[in-house]
Nanobody, 122 residues
Framework: QVQLVESGGRMVQAGDSLRLSCTASGRGFSSYALAWFRQTPGKEREFVAAINYRADRFEYSDSVKGRFTISKDNAKNLVSLRMNRLQPEDSAVYYC???????????????WGKGTLVTVSS
């Protein structure tokens, strides 16, 4: 069982940078792949970025590639998402996710956090 708690979401202006953090508790954090998803009202939850348990494989959605960076610190049970050049379309609730393997399909996620809200004003 893994519990995930996100933090760092807030309102920023277009072009700003922001770092989201996700702290995990429970056993086996270092053996899980971690990911970030996001969701806006009325839309399905969409994949943003993922990192495997060894932190040597990364995946990004096309919409954030080159702007967002996911990282993992097993010693601190922490996964982060560095977001640069934020745009209004990046506004969403961002969710931290853990799974046995790297997944981009939200139906295959094993554990979810409760989310943190990012709002980007134009």
């Amino acid at each position: 069982q893994v519990q995930l708690v996100e933090s760092g979401g807030r309102m920023v202006q277009a072009g700003d940078s922001l770092r989201l953090s996700c702290t995990a508790s429970g056993r086996g954090f270092s053996s899980y792949a971690l990911a970030w998803f996001r969701q806006t009202p009325g839309k399905e939850r969409e994949f943003v970025a993922a990192i495997n348990y060894r932190a040597d494989r990364f995946e990004y959605s096309d919409s954030v590639k080159g702007r967002f960076t996911i990282s993992k610190d097993n010693a601190k049970n922490l996964v982060s998402l560095r977001m640069n050049r934020l745009q209004p379309e990046d506004s969403a609730v961002y969710y931290c996710a853990a799974s046995v393997v790297v997944v981009s399909d939200p139906t295959r996620v094993d554990y979810w956090g409760k989310g943190t809200l990012v709002t980007v004003s134009s």
